[in-house]
């Protein structure tokens, strides 16, 4: 169960609290990432960073802004 919720983003803690551990650790213990997470969570943070790095006026609020 704590596998499938965190590879379905659920966060650590939640997970922690439906499981009634007091200790993080111990919630850590029951769950592995999967291969598809892990490459969902890159491709998400590329996303971003990508954007941060686009010149002005090429993203969609410097557009909507000029616009």
């Not at 650590?12 to 439906?18: E, G, R, Y």
């Not at 029951?30 to 954007?51: E, P, T």
Request: aromatic content about 6%; some cysteine; charged content about 20%.
């Amino acid at each position: 169960m704590a596998t499938q919720l965190l590879n379905a983003d659920a966060a650590l803690v939640t997970i922690q609290d439906l499981l009634g551990h007091s200790k993080i650790t111990t919630t850590q213990c029951y769950c592995r990432v999967s291969n598809l997470k892990v490459q969902r969570d890159y491709y998400k943070a590329i996303d971003i960073v990508l954007q941060r790095t686009l010149p002005i006026g090429e993203n969609a609020f410097e557009t909507v802004k000029r616009g």
